[in-house]
């Protein structure tokens, strides 16, 4: 899942306790992270949507990039070995962003595609949700899982010119290692935190 867009939908609900590191000035958002589940292939199929970054001047991408493998591949099976993610929701359980990682292989690889032990991240969060803070707390519980599951680095595939997305991977550690296409691969080594 390569970026991020914004939506309309506004969270209630109880705060993410572990949100502690929200940019000052921000409002506090109402929400809680859990682990994806497969009844939450919808709403990742919903996220990768949200995640394709077209860009000031450029055209929106249609909906029927969905269905290119390319794409498919980012959710299609979701629940095999390997395969980990969080989503950030309202107390009532309504969704408001995602990221997950996959493992690719070489013969089958993703956009950020580094290596097969090295998954891919991918993010998105409905608009209304977006410059809350529910993007850094989603990556950082994503990330939090992946080390425990002895998962040393993590690459991604964004667009350079969205800069939000940009600023956030990179205050995670994210450098850039490559390009593909139109989009820059970013990896990060998941270090144990202490």
Do not use: C
């Not at 867009?5 to 921000?26: F, I, L, Q, Y």
């Not at 591949?73 to 996959?102: C, H, M, N």
């Amino acid at each position: 899942m390569p970026n991020e867009r914004e939506n309309k939908k506004e969270p209630a609900a109880v705060p993410d306790k572990s949100a502690a590191d929200r940019t000052a000035g921000h409002a506090e958002s109402l929400y809680r992270i859990r682990p994806a589940e497969a009844r939450d292939v919808p709403f990742l199929w919903e996220m990768l949507f949200e995640s394709l970054y077209a860009g000031e001047g450029r055209e929106p991408f249609d909906r029927s990039i969905l269905e290119e493998p390319s794409m498919r591949k980012y959710v299609e099976g979701w629940g095999r070995q390997g395969d980990f993610g969080v989503i950030a929701e309202t107390p009532d359980g309504t969704p408001l962003g995602s990221a997950t990682a996959r493992f690719f292989g070489a013969a089958d690889h993703g956009y950020g595609y580094v290596a097969p032990d090295v998954p891919e991240l991918g993010m998105a969060l409905l608009p209304g949700s977006r410059g809350r803070g529910i993007g850094t707390s989603l990556i950082r519980h994503l990330l939090d899982g992946l080390r425990e599951r002895g998962v040393k680095r993590v690459s991604l595939s964004v667009d350079p010119g969205n800069e939000p997305a940009m600023k956030l991977y990179r205050r995670f550690g994210f450098q850039e290692a490559g390009r593909e296409g139109t989009s820059i691969t970013m990896v990060a080594d998941l270090e144990p935190t202490n």
